[in-house]
């Protein structure tokens, strides 16, 4: 049976036009499938910031005024370090210390892929028990995992079968904090997420993803990558952008309607000036239909 979606924000700042419509199309295509939808709080990078308190009450807020409702309780990554130690353990001798800088990786390493991931090269991989202690002492150590140019095989719903190499990628930084990449598998996994909606600039990790969630013991979820909103010169919609967050453009006059209408028409769901609400996107979204391409914002 079909579990659940999730929408995973960052409390880093507001959320400006292209995380709204990124989080309605989480509860389209949740609605559209039957399954619930929840909500969690990635603030790995963001436990030192006194603003992040703030700015996730900022962000519930504007989710709750689109008419977002979220199954069960919200999940901070903040509060889950114990559950990502114990992932990180139960995957045994697959996991190993690693002491290269960035520079020493971007040296060492292949060529960037087109989204500019350096594939790791492998350089701490088989050091010795002496070469690893040697190294502790000059700095702390990162944890890789050992995917060692597995390939791996998704399905998306809207960009169909991709297919890429999983390299030794980090689990843990040097610095402590939790890899992007290992906790939102962990934390899907415990929330029983089995269809992931997000932006597409994020497409080339999934098949590590998949891979990794297959080594923990679980099951790969869907996936539906839909297409970033630009500004007007073609780059990724950003806050500095101007009134591109609820707040903003309600200081300009425009309602949470007209919002939603701007997010249909981008969709194909809404008319010219339609104004509208979330339960008329539910009606008339097809998760077939989504459009493929960016769409670009010059104004409600």
Known sequence: MPGAGRYAPSPTSQLHLGNLRTA?????F???TGRELRLRIEDLDTTRVRAAAGVEREQLADLAALGLRFNGPVVRQSERLEAYAAAAASLGEGVYECFCTRREIAEAASAPHGDGYRPYPGTCRDLSPAERAARRRERPAALRIRGEGARQTVHDELHGEITGEVDDFVLRRGDGVWAYNFAVVVDD?????????RADDLLSSAPRQAWLAERLGGQAPSYAHVPLVLNADGVRLAKRDGAVSLADLAAEGHTVDDVLGWIGRSLGLTGPGERTELGVLRERFDPARTPRDPVVFTGL
């Open 189 to 197: 996994l415990a929330m029983g997420v089995d269809q992931v909606v």
């Open 30 to 32: 949740a609605h559209a």
């Open 24 to 28: 309605v199309l989480c509860d389209l």
